[in-house]
């Protein structure tokens, strides 16, 4: 008997969370963005056909045991059918849109908005359960100088690292995929009572209602909208160390004024500036108020790099929307980052307490911590993949992460990329005035941090 790989606790409780809702994309998606003229749809299925003969982890597909009590498992398939793998897509060769004015993003060389439209469109189709869990789809510009792979994969397999890794077993330059997956920090040991205590304690700032707004309030088109922006990898790591924070303090630093422009959270200056020069740390961190977010936190362990599966957590982060000043919001974020982290290993406790959990409790936890009432949104920073990757020897340049709106969500945003260059992708029910504005808001407020970082640390601070 073929092996099976059976699901862990949280992929169980995806799944389970799919099936009760069979018509919502639970899914993985990243665009992939690359110069040349664009591989032919055969070289492109024998590109990958080597690569799954390599790489039998990219063959997998969910199975049903038999018994009294259904199980679910992965099994390799080599008879996996490349035509519905890797398919093509045309776009219309008309002539380019004028510049957008509403952050709708798409690549030079693509008519329009036709490359977003595809990735909006797609993006709410469900992955079926009964065939791979993931599916390729090629698109090529319409003078053929760039090209598009869009990848989407059912959530019940992969989280954002299991991606990685299927992305760098499809195209990285190299024979070891595991060189393109970031290793999984060793945590000192901490008793189990300790760290399921700690996760118990944060689980209470999931009781207290998000405050909400005007914007987030209005009425739901049931259609999702997607928008995305790059920047640099270091810079964004450049501001954060710049006050003793991270690459995931500076991202939420700068959605939380994205925020505040976005839905007028704060008040009519809600524009801020690029100001802050105003003493420490402490002075500026003080403001209360926010919105609050549920932040993805990785649960691997070394030993669970090269899985496709899912080892996720979830916490819940007030973002500093009412802090007028940049810097202060950034010095605001780390602080509460910085909490956040105390008495426990972030994520190991959540995962321990989750396990803990019986089974049937689990599916109705995703609903309720992101059902809209203890969050305004959901937000992931995945580090990416520190490439090279080509597609049959077409060099990919941008990874874009495309969330998905999980039921009950009306708003996403995540950070990942490849090498240096990394992108925040959103994603907004089409409702939301401005829907595709907050990627755009979101650089914008990058660069307000970086004028604002050299003024308070010196030109030294930056790239």
Known sequence: ????????????????????????????????????????????????????????????????????????????????????????????????????????????????????????????????????????????????????????????QQDGTAKNLVLSALFGIGTDPMAFVPPQRREPGRARAREVGAAAARSLRWLTPAAGSAVLAAPRAGRTTHSWETTSLSLLRSIGAAVGGTVNDAFLAALAGALRRWTGAGGADGAGGAGGMVGAGGALSGRAGGMAVAMAVSTRQPGERAMLANFVAGARVVLPCAEPLPLGRLFAVRDRTDRLKQGGTLGLGERLLFELLPARARPRLFGAGLSGRSSVLSVSNQAGAPGPLAAAGRPITTAVPVPTLFPGERLACHLSGLGDTVSVGTAADAGLPGSRDLARLWAAEVTLLADAVRAFAGDRALP
């Open 1 to 156: 008997m073929d092996r099976i790989r059976f699901l862990n606790a949280f992929d169980t409780a995806l799944l389970e969370y799919q099936l009760l809702h069979a018509d919502v994309p639970i899914n993985v998606n990243c665009l992939l963005l690359g110069t040349g003229p664009a591989p032919g749809i055969d070289e492109l299925r024998a590109f990958v056909a080597e690569r799954l003969r390599r790489f039998p982890l990219l063959t997998e597909r969910l199975v049903c045991l038999p018994g009294r009590r259904a199980r679910y498992g992965w099994r390799a398939d080599p008879e996996v059918d490349l035509d519905c793998l890797v398919r093509e897509h045309p776009v219309s060769s008309a002539a380019p849109a004028p510049p957008s004015v509403d952050g709708a993003a798409a690549a030079p060389g693509f008519a329009g908005t036709a490359l977003r439209d595809f990735v909006e469109r797609l993006s709410g189709a469900v992955v079926p359960l009964s065939g791979p869990p993931w599916q390729l789809w090629l698109l090529r510009s319409a003078d053929d100088t760039e090209f598009a792979l869009f990848y989407r994969a059912s959530h019940i």
